[in-house]
């Protein structure tokens, strides 16, 4: 549908110049969506593939192992958006020691947006509400290490900001000036809290998602952040019982056509486009998700099954391999610490999973010996490769 632009342009004098900043009309869009045979049937399959990541997130023998590694997935792709490089493999070696030839900085702040994350879903289970102050304190833990330390964190921005360019008169994209950015965050919260009226969750996350990143009210991590914020009200709503969509590797698989559909929501209007984006999205993500899980519970299956044969064995090197697939690069003080079981035992454990092709060793010394569960580290790092 041909829409008028979803906001209004003021004129803003920052820097020394004059530029046009763009002000977001609140949601929900006006006139209404144009629900097309082919976008309501787009939206039901995207209901139905969350349906079914839902039901597979129930039907894992352990789910907390899933999911440890699948929410660093998630951090590593929507950093990298930002143009962070950090693989899955270096975020693992950070968390267990800042070892020789891991990006620092990099690494830390992927580990800022998974605990980030954490912070926001211990909130909402806890019955705190999806709010302005949830939003900030979420932000405050993703810039809280690391580069964006020095970019107010858990602040609204008290500046103007700009997107693309090298000043706001260049810019690709002006967001709001700070005097109007705090209306348009307290409508966007109302929103959020089914007011003027009542949003179906699947489209209030495709709206809200658009409508913070037009905002854009940080000095740094807007992009992190409004993804984040899908995960979130999908999981408040009780539309995912766990954390388990994450859309940045579609967005960064169309990086170019998802920026464009931004625009043409902010200039013309076109939601309908948008939404059937989102929704394509949504299908594509959910139905990788299931297929992870599957993949990696049936190798888990084939290496427990290999293990039980060891013998007296198996039962300490089965405790490693579990361990192993929560975190599946770590050094042998690190499993004696996370399992509780004898240094003698664990290394006899690797070497079990070593003969048996499992576990490969990253490291040829004696001291701070570094192992990967390498299929399974493979498995989920698929999306995440590093351009080369």
Known sequence: MKRAPQGKLVTI????????????????PAPPIEWTPALRRRFDDAL????????????????TLFLYMYVRKEAVLSSMIEGTQSSLSDLLVF????????PLNDAQEVSNYVAALQHGLKRLAKGFPLSLRLIREI???????????????????????????????NAVFVPPPVEEMHECLQKLELFLHDQPEETPTLLKAALAHVQFETIHPFLDGNGRLGRLLITLILCEKGMLREPMLYLSLYFKTHRNYYYDLLNRVREKGDWEAWLDFFAEAVIVTA???????????YLA????????????????TLKIHR????????????????????????????????????????TAQKRNRLFCYSEYVSIMSQGTELPQ
């Not at 697939?325 to 290394?347: C, D, F, R, Y």
């Open 139 to 169: 932000h405050e833990v993703l810039l809280s290490k690391g580069r964006g330390s020095g970019k107010t964190p858990g602040e609204f921005r008290r500046s103007q900001n700009w997107i693309g360019g090298t000043r706001p008169g």
């Open 13 to 28: 004098s920052t820097v020394g110049e004059k530029a046009q900043a763009f002000v977001p009309a609140p949601l929900p």
């Open 287 to 297: 139905t990788q998700a299931v297929d992870t899980a599957k993949q990696l519970m």
């Open 48 to 63: 139905l593939a969350l349906g079914r990541l839902d039901s597979v997130s129930q039907l894992l023998p352990d789910t």
């Open 323 to 362: 361990t192993l697939m929560e975190h599946p690069i770590a050094t042998p003080s690190w499993l004696v610490q996370k399992t509780g079981i004898t240094a003698a035992t664990v290394n006899k454990s690797l070497v079990h999973l070593v003969q048996l092709g499992i576990v490969k060793e990253l």
């Open 301 to 316: 299956d084939q290496h427990r099954t290999a293990i039980g044969e060891l013998g007296r064995a198996a039962e300490s």
């Open 95 to 102: 968390e267990i020691d800042q070892q020789p030839g891991v």
